[in-house]
């Protein structure tokens, strides 16, 4: 006995085995086959079936840069890159630990507030993995007086 596979009406294979592996397929997608069952030449009525494949999961998370100094009004662009780069949901967010230090926007964009430290943490939703950029903040440098200590005159 032979099973004949059919995607949108097309015959896209046959198998004697009651399994069959459908190749090259979304992941978190739904997707729906007919199956006919062969006996001789003559062939079943198709019966439908409805699968859903499985959403490719999040393992990880990677911030960079790791750590960043800035002095107090400075910013700087955070980059999460999740793994598996195909993972089906990798959307992120962040956050700081020090929101009066530096605090960082939903796109990673970290502004320096007063002196001092901050750990801003990214968050993917799937999976609720992180990973941390250590910011540290300084006061601005003053800068030297263009004319001079002066002379007292």
């Known amino acids: 006995?032979?099973?004949?596979i059919y995607q949108d009406d097309a015959l896209i294979g046959n198998t004697?085995?009651?399994?069959?592996t459908v190749e090259d397929l979304k992941p978190n997608t739904e997707y729906s086959f007919a199956v006919t069952e062969v006996i001789g030449d003559k062939e079943s009525e198709k019966a439908t079936i409805t699968v859903k494949t499985k959403p490719i999961a999040v393992m990880g998370v990677t911030i960079a840069p790791k750590t960043a100094?800035?002095?107090?009004?400075?910013t700087q662009q955070?980059?999460?890159?999740?793994a598996p780069a195909n993972a089906t949901d990798k959307s992120v967010?962040?956050?700081?630990?020090?929101?009066?230090?530096?605090?960082?926007?939903?796109?990673?964009?970290?502004t320096a507030k007063a002196a001092g430290e901050a750990e801003i943490v990214v968050t993917t939703a799937d999976g609720s993995k992180t990973d941390t950029c250590i910011v540290?903040?300084?006061?601005?440098?003053?800068?030297?007086?263009?004319?001079g200590p002066g002379d007292g005159e």
Do not use: H
């Open 78 to 82: 955070l980059t999460a890159t999740v």
């Open 136 to 147: 540290t903040v300084t006061e601005p440098v003053p800068e030297p007086d263009p004319e």
């Open 93 to 110: 967010t962040y956050a700081s630990k020090a929101q009066g230090v530096a605090s960082v926007d939903d796109k990673g964009l970290v």
């Open 69 to 74: 100094t800035l002095e107090v009004g400075e």
């Open 1 to 4: 006995m032979t099973y004949n």
């Open 16 to 20: 004697e085995d009651k399994e069959y």
